[in-house]
């Protein structure tokens, strides 16, 4: 059983950045792939970015590209995603999840956090 708690969202202007963290306790943190998801009001949770257990292996939505950074540090049991250049779209509750063997779907997820908010004013 692992939790995982976000914390760094906020507000922010259309082109600043934040880093979101999630902590993880109760588990072995390498032994899960880390993801990131969001969810806007009215809209279903989609995938924004993962990263492999040994944080070799990154992956990230098309609309977050060039922009978005995810990245781990075992030793600390956190993930992070610094989010740059941040527009007005990436508004959205942010959640990190830990899951095995996870890839982009929501099913391949199963500890959740309780979502940090990111509010990108324009």
């Known amino acids: 059983q692992v939790q995982v708690v976000e914390s760094g969202g906020g507000l922010v202007q259309a082109g600043g950045s934040l880093r979101l963290s999630c902590a993880a306790s109760?588990?072995?943190?390498?032994?899960?792939?880390m993801g990131w998801f969001h969810q806007a009001p009215g809209k279903e949770r989609e995938f924004v970015a993962r990263?492999?257990?040994?944080?070799?292996?990154?992956s990230y939505a098309d609309s977050v590209k060039g922009r978005f950074t995810i990245s781990r540090d075992n030793a600390k049991n956190t993930v992070y995603l610094q989010m740059n250049s941040l527009k007005p779209e990436d508004t959205a509750v942010y959640y990190c999840a830990a899951g095995i063997s996870a890839y982009r779907s929501l099913a391949d997820y199963v500890y959740w956090g309780q979502g940090t908010q990111v509010t990108v004013s324009s």
């Open positions: 990263i492999s257990r040994n944080g070799i292996s990154t």
């Open positions: 109760g588990g072995t943190f390498s032994s899960y792939t």
